[in-house]
């Protein structure tokens, strides 16, 4: 199967830093999303991994490994509006443009 | 600006009927795609589109129907047939693997 697994839940401290970590399977996996949902709206995009790394974007970070099928996404200095659900999306060989999509991680941003 | 629309924000129906959901793009995208969403849920996919008058089921397609007869527009119909179709209904498109979302609508059938 092609499952993604990402905790259901996380919870963090205002200024904080906090890693939300994704599981996949690497059979004919091509690359890796994290997209952010604010509650009754659309999913945005944040990041994409094709190859192995971290990948720097101002205050997030995305991290893949692609021999251990893993990927994490950091979020630094945390601020109430990174409230929000964290989807974690994979891209694989043979499927079009489909993405197998996560559950996503509702993080809570406390003060 | 170029997006996706979905019109209305929010619609409600009585059980038994059907409607049909809008979803328009002007990025000049070849693929949509229309996810359903439930409280708490990830996005599961209902159909998809690579190509105009072309279609796939996705993994939840009973009680739903699509046409692709422009470019531009992927309407989603909720028919009688589907249980519970209460939901979160998002629109998206690509031009290769990244997805841009329309805002979404939410269908309310009592």
């Known amino acids: 199967g092609q499952n993604i697994d990402q905790p259901t839940e996380m919870t963090a401290t205002e200024g904080a830093i906090v890693q939300i970590n994704c599981t996949y399977q690497t059979s004919g996996f091509n690359g890796l999303f994290w997209y952010q949902q604010h509650a009754g709206e659309a999913p945005t995009f944040l990041s994409y991994?094709?190859l192995d790394g971290l990948e720097e974007k101002g205050r997030f970070s995305s991290f893949l490994s692609r021999s251990k099928g893993y990927s994490y996404l950091l979020l630094k200095e945390l601020q109430m509006k990174d409230s929000a659900s964290y989807l974690c999306?994979?891209?694989?060989?043979?499927?079009?443009?489909?993405?197998?999509w996560g559950l996503g991680t509702s993080l809570a941003v406390n003060p | 600006d170029g997006g996706i629309t979905q019109s209305p924000k929010y619609l409600f129906r009585k059980e038994g009927q059907n409607v049909t959901l809008s979803c328009e793009q002007n990025?000049?995208?070849?693929?949509m795609y229309w996810y359903r969403q439930d409280p708490g849920q990830g996005l599961r996919l209902i159909y998809y589109?690579?190509?105009?008058?072309?279609?796939q089921k996705g993994d939840i397609a009973e009680g739903y129907s699509v046409s692709r007869e422009k470019k531009e527009s992927f309407p989603l119909t909720v028919t009688s047939a589907q249980k519970n179709p209460t939901a979160f209904y998002l629109c998206?498109?690509?031009?290769?693997?990244?997805?841009?979302f329309g805002p979404g609508t939410r269908l309310t059938v009592t």
């Open positions: 990025l000049n995208h070849d693929a």
């Open positions: 589109s690579q190509i105009v008058n072309d279609f």
């Open positions: 991994n094709v």
């Open positions: 999306a994979a891209q694989y060989a043979g499927n079009n443009r489909k993405l197998i």
């Open positions: 998206a498109s690509s031009e290769s693997y990244e997805q841009y």
